[in-house]
């Protein structure tokens, strides 16, 4: 999202998300706004090819049991914000569009622009990639928030949802050791733009940073450690008794708990050094704001302070015009697909190498007990380019998995010759996949329990950890983790019976 404003770019549907919220107030979206991308996205859903009721039709007459994987420790999330073009990256189709120098290459029957990504050419064996994602609207911040809280930010309980990473970390911070110093849920180089904690404690917010080589400057006092020490004394003898059976709520045990991380954090060696990288590190990850933060991200799962779920925001793929373009033009935002390509194939690349060879917890690798997750909100146009030369938004999309117990070298969906639709899903359920689909496979393979339901949401509703998974309408792709790719949909695919908004 920050390349948007560092080209000077913020039309109206590419608007970056705003700021995490206070507690109890949850992905913000205004009164106006809401109305307006509801009204898209319903308009999205009911225009969106192959989203047919059938897809989604009823045949479970009884709570479905979970099926979790739980072979990862940690999960890395990329959103990769702005809709890069998957028919141009991880579901290739060559054309006379297509630039001779992406070098279309097939690696085992799967064609990938290897003078595009050519570091992560050499990672294919690692990666799946998933080809059948269809998304039910077209409107950046509302799919953008929709990813992240795998449910509609325009229902009830969407307004108040927590991040998928504010679950994780509710999940897994009774988890946590004594010395480990760090928050379960980091944030990176989001620009405020990352949905916060919803109706959760405060205490499972993402803890968000900017990653830069000298890492988090304010982990010191400038007055000295000792100077410090003594202010938080007083600070302690003056209001610590306020902080527990509070009689002015919950929201001032919650400061307290974060005053008391914040100092746990504080002169720390083990804390600074997970933020902190090399100019040499920093050169090969690309020198870009997505390498560094994948630098950080490699810090803090290699450092097991606590952190267990990262996300990181890669923006700069709204490519409208001139999506082909090695140097900026007049008429171009944001950067083009080369230079967006390059950052991502130097940054994930060089992730997957070193997690790949540092050793983990239980005996394999840090990839192993790492899933690292890569996707869009949705896709692009496919076929020739527009007559800006540029791509616009389309249902059609992709994510790409690696680590965690995913099998790698292979491809789940299989397209239409231009990209366009989904012609086998080619996994159990028959139909294409969706954001839900994703978190439900994030949870199974951290071993939580996608079907979880909370009573204790403010509405009184119970909140679902995925929305009607009970019933069926949504599912983990069991078939990235070894499982064989049946190229047959399902006769009978599992529903809900009810329209998913």
Known sequence: MANHTKYGHECEVCKPLRPAPAPLAGPELGRRNFFK?????????????????EALAASMSAPAEAKLIGKARN??????????????????????????????????????????MPNLANHLNRMAIVRNLRA????????????????????????????????????????RKPNQKLPVFVSLNTGGAVVGQGYFSGLYAPFDVTAAPNGIT??????GQTRFDSRYSVLQMIDSSLRTNSPLGDDVATMGGFYDRGKGMMYDPA?????????DEQQRYGSSGFGNSCIVARNLVKADQGTRYIQINFGGWD?????????????????????????????????????????????GTLLDETLVVAMGEFGR???????????????QHFAVFAGGGVTGGRVIGKTTADGGNVAEPQWSQGRPAQYEDIAATIYSALGINYLTIRN??????????????????????????????????????????????
């Open 381 to 395: 146009t496919v076929g020739p380019l527009t007559n800006q030369d540029g791509r616009d938004h389309y249902f």
């Open 456 to 501: 204790d949401d403010p509405f009184g509703r119970g909140f679902e950890y995925v929305p009607f998974a009970n019933e069926g309408a949504w599912y983990p792709m069991l078939e990235l983790f070894g499982r064989s790719i049946d190229p047959r949909p399902d006769t009978n695919p599992r529903g809900s019976g009810r329209q998913i908004a």
């Open 75 to 116: 999960c890395i999330f990329i959103l990769m914000t702005g809709a890069p073009s998957n028919t141009d990256t991880f579901d290739l189709k060559v054309g006379a569009w297509t630039p001779a120098d992406f070098n279309p290459t097939s690696y085992n029957g799967v064609m990938f622009p290897q003078g595009l």
């Open 37 to 53: 991308l509801a009204g898209a996205g319903v308009t999205g859903y009911f225009l969106s090819p192959l989203l047919k009721t």
């Open 218 to 223: 304010s982990l010191v006092n400038p007055d």
């Open 319 to 363: 490519h409208h015009q001139d999506i082909y373009a090695k140097a900026a033009t007049q008429n171009q935002t944001v950067p083009g697909l080369y230079n967006q390509c390059d950052e991502l194939d130097q940054g994930l690349a060089n992730l997957l190498t070193d997690l790949a060879a540092a050793p983990g917890a239980s005996g």
């Open 136 to 175: 039910p609207a077209l409107v950046h911040p509302l799919q953008q928030t929709w990813a992240q809280i795998a449910r509609s930010p325009s229902s009830a309980l969407g307004k108040i949802a927590p991040n998928i990473g504010s679950v994780v970390a509710l999940e897994f911070e009774a988890q």
């Open 271 to 279: 804390v600074d050094a997970a933020f902190k990288f090399t100019t």
